[in-house]
């Protein structure tokens, strides 16, 4: 019997219920007659619901132009972008947030018109040149962030965001590279663009949002008054957001909507080695993208209130707001400061929450301390609770329960609001138990995606009702996979009892190429469209993908920052104390921990100054290559005084040889007998053997993280 099926009126949309789409026998099948003779790779899968034909756009949504334009025809009187305005007491010299404040549709598409028309006068003031350009956009999430990139989609132009946590050095290079002429930013970030134009000869005009600064403040008049003055000094001009509108209003110009091949955006990713790369992502792709959605269960409605709190600047938010838009729901905004956003929640009441594993951890690690915080009874009665719900959830699929919900979780749902109905993890791997608790504890499904900036966003979802663990559910409608053999790493598409190998993708949502790069475009995507993606996986009976390796030695923090360890091992080992070094960190830690072989001839001297060994201790020498280690290293080892020195000694030359914060290790083990090739730990070339290091030293690794993880600040949340 088919499964019941919802339908979308207002885009056409007919999908098997979200509740319903994990009662499929499969979720992905192999299109038969194309995997290769040789075995070199699996044939293409394919979701079952776009099985003929994979999804693309909707029948009158082709841009992400037209995105905007759904929301205002669905619910045009409705609330569409809402922040806390901030009010400013001159006496006490404090701010207080008010609540949400909203604009309509209708209000935010005259302000889409009124900006956009005054961006192009802007521009055209400035460079004397009426040809398309990129608008950058420094800051974190505002309405005017929304309104400004929907008024670039209107006029046909291209966003270039840059992370509101960019350096000056990277800030500078993606204005330089994509030749931004005009930014938008907010009043921290001035002093930092004063910095910057003297070296970027392309940026000729600033726009400042001031649609909730106080500029009645006197340090905001002050910034804003050298900020002016700095920036025309430089041939800079400084306009604020509500003045481009006004420009804008008393010259209106018809929209020169984009074609769907049109890059939307230019994103800028977090990169590995070297310079950023700029990902040209298209119109099509993330419309494409969006379409999928309805396939995976998690389409928005006019009636859903988002956060928006992740960066903008990530193709992931992005994606979440595009789709609440397209559907003529409402999004409201953070006030900027994490801190704060927890408060924020709990003022909105969202009834969608898409986030981060990092994020989702701490509201974990909140809810668990809250429980053990009360008394024995509490305790016991709380962990009974949890006991009976994942009981219930793993024998019925139940998320809710009549009594324990009630009594206890409650007071847990509160801390997002208390109307959550789905939250969405995305951007790095939220581990099982993590996944599992919180469905139980919010009384509403969990799901986690897989993608990238390459793609869009999302490449795979996993259903609602799908409670297996260790995956991230089967490709989405609008792309197609298929595993390539790695059989360096000793994965083959042939394996038993499931295929293995790097994850390909091919479809709509995938992206237009790297920005002035065509040799990394080449190296990402083949000549007929399949984005490698450099991750291991396999695909099990059902269909679904499970990320089990990396194919290059790089890999994602938890929060989502991109790591290559042997750079890293690379400056460490230039400090004369380190003989060898191993730089371990996944996806599920946000930290990096690291096993440090110490070189006798500076440790042993360093130990007998800080008391480590006797003070009559000779000094070693050099260490001959293939010489068995010294005989008081084991000792020198097992001093937790010389792991703290040494992780000292080497965070200084990380800092010296300008390594970035999240690439510091924050815990070493120190271990004597170091990595040879008779131990299995190097190869003949004296290449380190990752895996084999991590298998060796995991006893060691697991008690660093436990160490750390135990020495956390309770979460701000």
């Not at 905001?220 to 804008?248: C, D, H, P, Y």
Request: hydrophobic share 40%; with cysteine; aromatic share 8%.
């Amino acid at each position: 019997m088919p499964l019941p099926t919802t339908h979308f009126p207002q885009l056409d949309v007919t999908t098997i219920q979200p509740e319903r789409m994990h009662e499929l026998k499969t979720y992905a099948k192999e299109m038969v007659g194309t995997a290769p003779k040789d075995g070199s790779s699996t044939g293409i899968y394919r979701n079952v619901q776009s099985f003929k034909e994979l999804q693309k756009d909707f029948k009158n949504v082709k841009t992400l132009h037209d995105v905007f334009q759904s929301g205002l025809a669905i619910n045009p009187k409705g609330p569409c972008l809402g922040q806390r305005p901030l009010q400013y007491d001159p006496v006490t010299k404090t701010t207080t947030a008010k609540d949400y404040e909203w604009q309509t549709y209708e209000q935010v598409a005259e302000r889409i018109k009124n900006f956009g028309c005054g961006l192009l006068k802007v521009h055209h003031d400035a460079t004397s040149s009426d040809r398309h350009f990129h608008l950058g956009v420094y800051a974190v999430n505002t309405p005017e962030y929304a309104i400004a990139d929907f008024a670039v989609h209107a006029f046909s132009l291209t966003t270039v965001a840059l992370y509101d946590t960019l350096g000056a050095e990277t800030s500078e290079y993606i204005l330089n590279h994509s030749e931004i002429p005009v930014i938008i930013t907010t009043i921290d970030k001035i002093e930092i663009l004063n910095g910057l134009v003297a070296k970027c000869p392309h940026l000729k005009a600033v726009i400042l949002m001031d649609g909730n600064l106080n500029i009645q403040t006197p340090e905001v008049q002050t910034s804003l008054n050298l900020g002016r003055q700095g920036l025309l000094r430089r041939g800079v001009k400084l306009f604020l957001f509500s003045e481009v509108e006004a420009m804008g209003k008393a010259k209106p110009r018809r929209f020169t909507p984009p074609q769907p091949d049109h890059v939307a955006a230019i994103s800028y990713t977090s990169g590995t080695t070297g310079t950023p790369k700029g990902a040209l992502v298209l119109h099509k792709n993330l419309v494409a993208y969006l379409r999928a959605h309805y396939d995976a269960g998690i389409a928005a409605r006019s009636s859903d209130v988002h956060i928006s709190y992740l960066p903008l600047a990530h193709i992931y938010e992005r994606g979440v707001l595009s789709t609440v838009i397209l559907h003529g729901g409402a999004v409201g905004f953070f006030r900027g400061d994490t801190a704060l956003l927890m408060e924020d929640i709990g003022v909105l009441k969202p009834t969608i929450f898409a986030s981060v594993p990092r994020l989702l951890n701490r509201v974990y690690e909140r809810i668990i301390a809250g429980a053990m915080a009360g008394s024995a009874f509490k305790q016991a009665l709380f962990n009974r609770a949890v006991a009976a719900k994942i009981a219930n959830l793993e024998s019925t699929g139940a998320l809710t329960h009549p009594f324990w919900d009630p009594l206890v979780f409650g007071k847990v749902k509160t801390l997002l609001g208390g109307r959550i109905r789905v939250v969405i993890s995305g951007s790095a791997p939220i581990t099982s138990g993590t996944l599992k608790f919180l469905k139980i504890a919010f009384c509403c499904p969990v799901v986690e995606g897989y993608g990238s900036t390459e793609s869009a966003a999302g490449a795979t979802i996993a259903f609602q009702g799908d409670h297996d663990p260790g995956h991230v559910g089967p490709p989405i409608s609008c792309n197609e996979v298929k595993l390539v053999s790695v059989p360096e790493m000793k994965y083959h598409a042939t394996d038993k009892p499931h295929p293995r190998g790097e994850i390909w993708i091919r479809g709509a949502n995938i992206f237009g190429g790297y920005y002035k790069d065509e040799e990394k475009t080449r190296e990402a995507v083949t000549s007929d469209g399949w984005l490698k993606t450099g991750d291991i996986g396999f695909i099990d009976a059902k269909g679904r993908i499970h990320i089990i390796d990396r194919k290059k030695n790089i890999f994602k923090l938890a929060q989502g920052e991109y790591v290559a360890p042997e750079k890293i091992e690379n400056i460490y080992q230039k400090n004369n104390f380190v003989a060898q070094i191993y730089v371990h960190g996944d996806s599920l830690q946000a930290e990096l921990v690291a096993v440090v072989v110490p070189d006798a001839e500076y440790a042993i001297p360093l130990a007998r100054e800080n008391g480590i060994l006797p003070e009559n201790t000779p000094n070693p020498g050099p260490t001959a290559n293939n010489a068995p280690p010294h005989p008081l290293l084991q000792k020198v080892c097992e001093s937790e005084k010389m792991k703290a020195l040494l992780l000292k000694e080497i965070s200084k030359t990380g800092k010296e040889l300008g390594l970035k914060g999240f690439e510091f290790v924050k815990a070493i083990h120190l271990d004597a007998a170091g990595f040879t090739m008779e131990n299995g730990l190097i190869t003949p070339t004296f290449k380190l053997k990752r895996n084999e290091a991590a298998d060796r030293y995991r006893p060691f690794i697991d008690a660093m993280y436990k160490e750390l993880n135990s020495k956390a600040a309770k979460p701000k949340l």
